[in-house]
């Protein structure tokens, strides 16, 4: 059997070596069109962050491993620009020009996503930049080096935005948000952006919600002018993070339904709108345990366990995905920051009655030293009782909570029962009554 | 109406305010036989730990925030020695040795646990003490500094014995543990109390599991010695963590029915087998999430939400509390020591048909700095798939974990359905596939 794969990160990858372990017979094909190959792209803000470090780290298994080892066919710098469904096969042209084509019995669509590119003047300009690829990474990395760079400035304050920030400043480049909708992390409860934005702060980030981008220019040195409405921001080096978007085009103009997000449609066994083809990672949607509905939210276990399913259900096993709850985490200088579910506002937009409980509570035992606050919002539905969502923002005690949150989305669990939990208690590593449990004794209250 | 509760600490005195919030009108008496109400009893290793603390900074609130703030009628040194049911009262007697006898229409029996001193000769001398309550500790920390102890020997090896070799290392006094049975924490896998060994020693501390202690003797200078079996301890306090009893006895007398442990049988209601008295906290039991059945296992959070169940119960209101899971974790230096459920023992005890995985993952993702190594043990039931329990040790990342996997035991989730949970990733907190997944991929594996 021939099973082609088009995308060689951690949905892609994670596919093809489970697939040759479980049937060493097949004949496993992957199509990468950058020359990385298994990679850690959530680590990029923190490798770039140290100059000593060689972006190179970030390669989790190397091309040769899966070729010499592995005995997949590997092929880098392959541009796929077409499936021909009829055929069962895939075209395209390498970086060296040449046209390709191969035939498949199953194919996994496995091509990620991309920064998002805004329609400004300027933005291909050298020194402005995305950062989605390892490529792309080693880019920015090398720019800083190469240029000195004193000064940067991100458009765009999502997650990525904020870690790259606390990169940039741990390079001592003095660095500047700038989005053009107003809100910082306008997802979250207001009493806890505002922890976040008080950490950038007290961290010399500059920041610039609400202020349209309207071009970028060079200066008459060799710098760069971000023009904004009501603001101009001069910097060497210029971050685009304003979004990313599924690689989904050829796979939209081959037929395929296009779902969430304008993300591949896939259904519990990853599979698409063709029998023969799958997609799975950050171009395909899933669904979300709290909504029941279709969800597009690229992040890297989905895309782990994805593929593994793909290469299970491709051999025949019957896998099935459950789907997301949203649960992510992320590190802003000292802050940890996470949430799982949906807000207030998601929820509403889902058909729930939202209910929110917003507490502070310490993030050690009363008396405890190294005492800091924890910030949690936790949602639930006025109709039935359940758990909608939590974030968490808080120097310690947020990351690994939120798990449990999570775990409770999954078994559809009321905000009553969730405060029943049974969850761990010693003085250096939390209060008595955890956060989480406050906080739903608070929620409780409400949902009365 | 008269409700009188028997014990002044986490569920006697959550319930007194509670039943008082409740209904103002309520006469609320609260009978506790030492002087210290509402206090941290986990806290006090750290507080002895360090000599510039005091030990009353444990106190969470004071007596006369109960009395003058709360109308409660809060009676210190006050100790209760029967229960007439039929008459509806309790007697005891005061410090000052005065009688005194209260009536009640409901009655909460809060009287906690206390340590168990081992029938050996000479577990009464000066310097040989115990750790439960503040009056304890407060005893220890005096004696520490009076004494200016050098050398200590702690007979025992559980968290508090635990907890305490580290308070006192951190004391500038060289520590010993010693115990009659074999093996450190052996409910725990051996993997995994591997970690926890080579930590102790890494510390300094000594570790003599297996040597039964025959007595203890005053040497000719001011000292102390452990006389054990093959082995003499020689040093300057003595300190008995050889585990706690409910302080059930009176309760026992007065015919209301005992049940796990010698802990007061309640129902989910905390309702004894007198439907006018209660039991809440560390001398009554409760039913284990996992098997169903009834177990003792004093902790403070049980103690503080059973409280305020009473209250409620009391005043009218029908609250039943699901049970426990047996989530517990503790510092041993700088590692984390976490468990929920059952281990492997426990649970072939209980009719289960465990199977165990035993996996080590990094604690941060590939190629991130700091990495450390988390340690799992996860158990499983190879007839119904369920997961029955995890246990982890590490230096980071194990304290807020293992709620997500108590959760999951409190919805009688299988491997299976917990191993698609939706965690949380970022390379600073944690490898792509959270160590949980990992074991709990492991795990299925083997329950296939």
Same mark, same amino acid.
């Given at each position: 059997?021939?099973?082609?794969?088009?995308g060689?990160?951690?949905?892609?990858?994670s596919a093809?070596?489970?697939?040759? !372990?479980?049937?060493?017979?097949?004949?496993?094909?992957?199509?990468e069109k950058?020359?990385?190959v298994?990679?850690?792209a =959530?680590?990029?803000?923190y490798?770039?962050?140290?100059?000593? !470090?060689?972006?190179?780290d970030?390669?989790?298994?190397?091309?040769?491993?899966?070729?010499?080892?592995?005995?997949?066919?590997?092929?880098?710098?392959?541009?796929?620009e077409?499936?021909? !469904?009829?055929?069962?096969?895939? !075209?395209?042209t390498?970086d060296a020009?040449?046209?390709?084509?191969?035939?498949y019995?199953k /194919?996994?669509?496995?091509?990620?996503?991309?920064a998002?590119? @805004?329609?400004?003047?300027?933005?291909?300009?050298?020194?402005?930049m995305?950062?989605?690829?390892?490529?792309e990474?080693?880019?920015?990395?090398?720019?800083?080096?190469?240029?000195?760079?004193?000064k940067?400035?991100?458009?765009?304050m999502?997650?990525?935005? /904020?870690?790259?920030?606390?990169?940039l400043?741990?390079?001592g480049?003095?660095?500047?948000?700038?989005?053009?909708?107003?809100?910082?992390?306008?997802?979250m409860?207001?009493?806890?952006?505002?922890?976040?934005?008080?950490?950038?702060?007290?961290?010399?980030?500059?920041?610039?919600p609400?202020?349209?981008?309207?071009?970028?220019?060079?200066?008459?040195?060799?710098?760069?002018?971000v023009?904004?409405e009501?603001?101009?921001?001069? =910097?060497?080096?210029?971050?685009?993070?304003?979004?990313?978007?599924?690689?989904?085009?050829?796979?939209?103009?081959?037929?395929?339904?296009?779902g969430?997000?304008k993300?591949?449609s896939?259904?519990?066994?990853?599979m698409?709108?063709?029998?023969?083809?799958?997609?799975?990672?950050?171009?395909?949607?899933?669904?979300?345990v709290?909504?029941?509905?279709?969800?597009?939210?690229?992040l890297?276990?989905?895309?782990?366990?994805?593929?593994?399913a793909?290469?299970?259900?491709?051999?025949?096993?019957?896998v099935?995905?459950?789907?997301?709850?949203?649960?992510?985490?992320f590190?802003v200088?000292?802050?940890?920051?996470?949430?799982?579910?949906?807000?207030?506002?998601?929820?509403?937009?889902?058909?729930?009655?939202?209910?929110?409980?917003?507490?502070s509570?310490?993030?050690?035992?009363?008396?405890? @030293?190294?005492?800091t606050?924890?910030?949690?919002?936790?949602?639930?539905?006025k109709k039935?009782?359940?758990?909608?969502?939590?974030?968490?923002v808080?120097?310690?005690?947020?990351?690994?909570?939120?798990?449990?949150?999570?775990v409770?989305?999954h078994?559809?669990?009321?905000?009553?029962?969730?405060?029943?939990?049974?969850?761990?208690?010693? @003085?250096?590593?939390?209060?008595?009554?955890?956060?989480?449990?406050t906080?739903?004794?608070?929620?409780?209250?409400?949902?009365?």
């Open positions: 059997m021939d099973f082609v794969v088009i060689g990160d951690a949905a892609g990858m093809a070596s489970r697939a040759k !372990r479980n049937r060493p017979d097949m004949n496993v094909i992957v199509l950058t020359m990385d298994s990679y850690s =959530c680590g990029m803000p490798n770039i962050a140290d100059p000593a !470090r060689d972006l190179n970030l390669v989790v298994r190397q091309a040769e491993v899966f070729r010499e080892k592995q005995g997949i066919t590997l092929l880098t710098a392959h541009h796929v077409g499936i021909d !469904r009829k055929g069962r096969n895939v !075209r395209g390498t020009g040449a046209y390709f084509e191969f035939s019995d /194919l996994l669509i496995a091509t990620g996503a991309r998002v590119k @805004p329609d400004l003047p300027g933005v291909d300009r050298p020194g402005v995305v950062l989605k690829n390892l490529e990474g080693r880019r920015i990395k090398d720019y800083i080096r190469d240029r000195k760079v004193k940067a400035v991100i458009i765009g999502g997650y990525i935005a /904020l870690e790259m920030s606390e990169a400043v741990n390079r480049i003095e660095t500047t948000l700038v989005k053009s909708r107003p809100g910082l992390l306008p997802w409860a207001q009493e806890l952006s505002a922890e976040v934005k008080a950490e950038l702060e007290a961290n010399g980030v500059g920041m610039y609400g202020n349209p981008v309207k071009r970028i220019e060079e200066t008459s040195g060799s710098g760069l002018k023009v904004c009501g603001l101009d921001l001069f =910097c060497d080096m210029v971050i685009l993070a304003v979004g990313v978007t599924p690689n989904s085009e050829f796979s939209g103009e081959a037929g395929i339904d296009l969430a997000g993300a591949i896939v259904d519990k066994r990853l698409t709108s063709d029998p023969h083809i799958y997609a799975a990672g950050d171009c395909a949607d899933a669904i979300h709290v909504t029941g509905k279709k969800a597009w939210i690229p890297a276990l989905r895309a782990n366990r994805a593929g593994w793909v290469a299970d259900n491709v051999c025949g096993k019957n099935e995905l459950e789907g997301i709850a949203g649960t992510a985490v590190k200088f000292d802050l940890e920051v996470a949430k799982t579910g949906l807000n207030a506002g998601e929820a509403a937009a889902a058909g729930f009655e939202p209910v929110s409980a917003v507490v509570t310490r993030s050690r035992a009363h008396g405890h @030293p190294g005492n606050t924890l910030h949690l919002c936790m949602v639930g539905d039935s009782g359940r758990l909608l969502g939590l974030q968490m808080g120097k310690e005690g947020a990351a690994h909570r939120i798990n449990a949150a999570a409770a989305l078994a559809k669990m009321r905000v009553e029962k969730f405060a029943q939990s049974d969850l761990a208690y010693a @003085p250096p590593f939390g209060p008595v009554w955890d956060p989480m449990l906080a739903a004794n608070q929620l409780q209250k409400d949902l009365e």
